[in-house]
């Protein structure tokens, strides 16, 4: 997955948003103003940082060398995970999970409005 495939995926989930809280180097990926996804696009290697259930987190970095604890996030709950160390359906389900987890904690109508209940 290229830089602009990473942006282009995080940007399609509903009510997705880039931000650069962090200056220009660090997109910030937001559902509702919550982060789901954190990547220096321009970085070698590309990575990107993404939420986890910790039980999940733990599965993840024992079966894949490119999935490590969050680098500067909270290691019980994010991944950090070098994109080009995994396929990208596998890379695309992670990204997916991130924003469910994110969107799990929204309250009930905002999840409604995002269709994911």
């Known amino acids: 997955m290229t830089p602009q495939q990473l942006r282009a995926f995080c940007l399609s989930f509903n009510a997705s948003a880039e931000e650069f809280p962090?200056?220009?180097e660090a997109s910030v990926f937001k559902v509702l103003g919550k982060m789901f996804a954190l990547s220096a696009l321009d970085a070698r290697p590309l990575t990107v940082n993404l939420k986890c259930d910790p039980d999940e987190a733990v599965r993840l970095r024992e079966e894949y060398e490119a999935v490590v604890p969050g680098w500067h996030m909270n290691k019980r709950h994010?991944?950090?995970?070098?994109?080009?160390?995994l396929p990208d359906a596998k890379l695309r389900e992670l990204i997916?999970?991130?924003y469910d987890l994110v969107v799990a904690g929204l309250p009930k109508a905002e999840r409604l409005r995002l269709d994911r209940p």
């Open 22 to 24: 962090f200056g220009p």
């Open 78 to 85: 994010w991944n950090t995970v070098t994109v080009s160390g």
């Open 96 to 98: 997916e999970d991130s």
